[in-house]
Nanobody
Framework: QVQLVESGGGLVQPGGSLRLSCAASGSIFSVYVMGWYRQAPGAQRELVAANTVGGTTEYADSVKGRFTASRDDAKNTVYLQMNSLKPEDTAVYYC???????????????WGQGTQVTVSS
């Protein structure tokens, strides 16, 4: 069984910072892409940042220069450092990973349970 466990969400004032973590665990052969999505109330889920195993990182335009995604392949963990947070960053943040399990011939997408980030004074 493969699972993604997120941590680090919470309430922060505008201009503040938070760091999210997402760790993949279980019978993992390889992890290709790990990244973050978010979903605000009444909105569709959108990509925030994604890292590939080759080191490429893709960011949503709305977070460029403020958010930094990084990954530790040895720990199968991805991080999202969020600085200069704005009220419009308020959303549930989800970790997503493309993982190939041990004994599996296919890459599969896995999602974390979500962590709430609220930016408010």
């Amino acid at each position: 069984q493969v699972q993604l466990v997120e941590s680090g969400g919470g309430l922060v004032q505008p201009g503040g910072s938070l760091r999210l973590s997402c760790a993949a665990s279980g019978s993992i052969f390889s992890v290709y892409v790990m990244g973050w999505y978010r979903q605000a109330p009444g909105a569709q889920r959108e990509l925030v940042a994604a890292n590939t195993v080759g080191g490429t990182t893709e960011y949503a335009d709305s977070v460029k220069g403020r958010f930094t995604a990084s990954r530790d392949d040895a720990k199968n963990t991805v991080y999202l450092q969020m600085n200069s947070l704005k009220p419009e960053d308020t959303a549930v943040y989800y970790c997503k990973a493309a993982i190939r399990g041990i004994g599996d011939t296919r890459w599969r997408d896995y999602w974390g349970q979500g962590t709430q980030v609220t930016v408010s004074s």
